[in-house]
């Protein structure tokens, strides 16, 4: 057994034994969806806020354990089950019948918390709603994917590029949900990216699809993907300091010197799946060189030799070790081998972070499962809850399942 297949096989047995029992717990039979918030300590609330990107999140989650497990030879239609309860919560709770979209948040019953409609929430239904289509063959879903997809496209855009926050009823509002360390965007590089997953993610389920609304549908977003690698390429991307710039102005003018390397070695991975996916040698060529940059920088200024830093904030790197990233990090430096299988250190310093996950940053106590933040010499920081809005089985779970899928190929 190679190094890649130790991988794999440790991965799914943690995805099987870990990760799924985890968030099969945290379903909410009364209510609908996922509960919303389990404490450090393991205390689960009931009665919290239910983030919709967590419930996206989960059922992208069980949509694609579902399909990756049965094809990989074992079909658990549980799975399918845990699916289908956070898409009916989608479908009946989350998405805003009236004005369209999906909310930020809603209370534990299901009636709408935050109204805010946010670009990033918008593309993380979208991406759930496509893995759903491709576990159930249910099509009314993969409408109403293509339904916000043209939402995004008609009211989140101006003529320069995505915009980030508005009101229920579409009105631009202030970005302070996708803002941090002392600014406020107009753009983000985290929103152009996971606007790019989601469509990359509708595409590659489509695939197989020869209908004219679907023919048609997928032509419309391919051009939007070709769009955002343009994009990213030419005002994204700061090929000076080999690196993504992360807030912009409405001109995409970078207005803070933050190289967030999470952000970095996930771009790298996600670009080359979107490249993949659309199939085109002139979009290869033209992201290939800027994804093999990301890259290697991310393994000479970040990576120690067994994790991976946060962030660098204006010169001053934060060293903690945060659980997103690291699970990036396994799936980034994997995947930069498969493209240059002669760089065997980045092979390497996968297994090297996947050995400090397991030592550190899974939560080995009983009802818990990955901690939030460790320090850089993996001890815990404590009071990080173990599930709130954004902590989910999204990095971690796909982590699993990109390791199973890449040894299967």
């Not at 109403?144 to 508005?166: H, V």
Request: charged content about 30%; glycine content about 6%.
């Amino acid at each position: 057994m190679n190094e890649k297949q130790r991988l794999a096989k440790e991965a799914r047995e943690h995805l099987e034994q870990t990760i799924i029992p985890f968030w099969k717990k945290l379903r909410d039979d009364q209510y609908g969806g996922y509960y919303g918030w389990l404490s450090y300590d393991l205390e689960l609330d009931k009665k919290a806020v239910k983030g919709c990107i967590l419930n996206s999140r989960i059922t992208w989650f069980f949509s694609n354990a579902y399909t990756v497990l049965k094809n990989a030879g074992k079909a658990d239609e549980s799975l399918l089950s845990e699916a289908e309860h956070g898409y009916e919560f989608l479908k009946e709770k989350c998405i805003d019948k009236k004005n369209g979209g999906i909310f930020w948040s809603l209370n534990y019953d299901g009636t709408p918390e935050d109204t805010t409609k946010h670009t990033y929430n918008q593309a993380f239904c979208i991406y759930a709603l496509s893995s759903y289509f491709e576990a159930s063959g249910d099509r009314e879903a993969l409408e109403t994917a293509y339904q916000l997809f043209e939402l995004i496209e008609e009211k989140c855009t101006d003529e320069i590029g995505y915009l980030e926050a508005f009101t229920i009823d579409f009105k631009p509002e202030s970005n302070e949900k996708l803002s941090e360390n002392g600014v406020l965007a107009d753009k983000t590089m985290n929103t152009l990216l996971h606007v790019f997953e989601a469509y990359t993610e509708f595409v590659r389920v489509t695939k197989t699809l020869d209908d004219t609304w679907a023919v048609n549908a997928r032509s419309k977003v391919e051009k939007r993907l070709m769009w955002i690698m343009d994009t990213f390429a030419e005002k994204v991307y700061n090929p000076k300091l080999h690196r993504q710039e992360v807030f912009f102005d409405r001109e995409y003018h970078s207005i803070l010197d933050l190289h967030s390397y999470g952000h970095d070695i996930e771009t790298a991975w996600l670009m080359d799946r979107g490249v993949e996916v659309l199939g085109r040698d002139d979009y290869r060529r033209k992201m290939t060189p800027i994804t093999k940059d990301l890259t290697n920088q991310i393994f000479h200024v970040a990576f120690d030799g067994h994790s991976l830093a946060n962030e660098c904030d204006r010169g001053v790197v934060n060293e903690n070790r945060v659980w997103w990233v690291q699970a990036e990090t396994v799936i980034g430096f994997l995947n930069g081998y498969e493209k240059e299988p002669e760089r065997t250190e980045y092979l390497e310093a996968a297994v090297s972070e996947w050995e400090f996950i397991k030592e550190y940053v899974i939560d080995k106590r009983t009802g818990s499962e990955w901690f939030w933040e460790v320090k850089k010499d993996g001890s815990p920081i404590e009071g990080r809850p173990v599930v709130e809005p954004w902590k989910c089985p999204y990095h971690n779970g796909r982590m699993c399942m990109e390791l199973i899928k890449r040894t299967e190929k």
